[in-house]
């Protein structure tokens, strides 16, 4: 039998030689169990996968801890894809090779072995990590969550993202997606998925504050705007992008769980539906 010591969270070397440390005090039989994160997000956080998971796995070689697992998760019927945390396999993978990749290795290995660019799939760390908003994201707010998820008429979230308008963040990334997936077949679904997610989330973002804006300043014109030409034009593009992500999620999984992201496209759908009526 072995101790698992379980561990996503920290940056410093220091940190983590103190938790095996602490394991080592009850079984010189450890396994580390790091993470290749992609929860909670329609993309991937492999910033923060990089930044924890380097220090970790270079402690673990340098204290004589010889079996490591990296953890995928699924929380909450997570919305990514399972090949976009393929970097940060890639990284767990060259830690066995080398004592501290760097990311040019990374990105040559990784062409090697998915024979895809490293740096494109890094770039659905882009659905959450807006650098004029929070950086390299490594808190893991879920930015393309709350956009997609949130009421259009009701936004919890609008107040936090009312000073930052990301429709260009999200037009740039969804002609890299559209790009991607024409030049990576293999990976061609799941690139249209992340183009079509793009594609909404440009508009819908911050359309919650652009209406409430409008009522409050008794902008009509404004209103009529979006009730007969970008609601209608946001529902029609949400009911691609499910059906994008139905495509994707069938082709990668089972069909359970598919049910929760019905009812999550079609609360999305039905408000917008209530909002132009």
């Not at 308008?165 to 024409?182: G, I, P, R, V």
Request: proline share 2%.
């Amino acid at each position: 039998m072995s101790l698992v010591y379980w561990d996503y969270y920290h940056f410093d070397t220091e940190e983590y030689a103190e938790m095996i440390n602490l394991h080592k005090k009850l079984s010189n039989k450890i396994i580390f169990a790091g993470c290749a994160r992609n929860t909670f997000t329609f993309g991937s956080h492999h910033d923060k996968t990089l930044a924890t998971m380097n220090p970790a796995l270079s402690v673990c070689k340098e204290y004589g801890v010889n079996e490591v697992i990296a953890t995928v998760w699924g929380d909450d019927q997570r919305e990514s894809s399972t090949f976009a945390i393929l970097p940060g396999l890639q990284l767990f993978a060259e830690h066995m090779y080398s004592f501290k990749p760097d990311e040019k290795k990374l990105s040559q290995r990784f062409k090697s072995c998915v024979n895809a660019d490293y740096y494109a799939f890094c770039d659905i760390c882009l659905f959450d990590c807006i650098p004029e908003y929070n950086g390299k994201n490594l808190n893991n707010s879920s930015v393309s969550r709350v956009c997609m998820w949130q009421d259009i008429l009701l936004g919890l979230f609008d107040k936090d993202l009312r000073n930052t308008d990301f429709s260009q963040h999200y037009e740039k990334l969804a002609q890299k997606m559209t790009d991607y997936a024409k030049k990576y077949v293999g990976f061609k679904t799941m690139f249209e998925f992340y183009a079509q997610l793009a594609k909404v989330l440009k508009v819908k973002a911050y359309l919650g504050i652009r209406i409430t804006s409008a009522y409050k300043n008794d902008n009509r014109e404004e209103l009529k705007l979006i009730q007969n030409e970008i609601l209608p034009k946001l529902q029609d593009d949400i009911k691609k992008l499910r059906e994008a992500h139905r495509k994707y999620f069938f082709e990668e999984y089972k069909p359970i769980g598919w049910e929760i992201l019905d009812i999550r496209y079609g609360g999305a759908i039905m408000r917008i539906d209530t909002a132009i009526f």
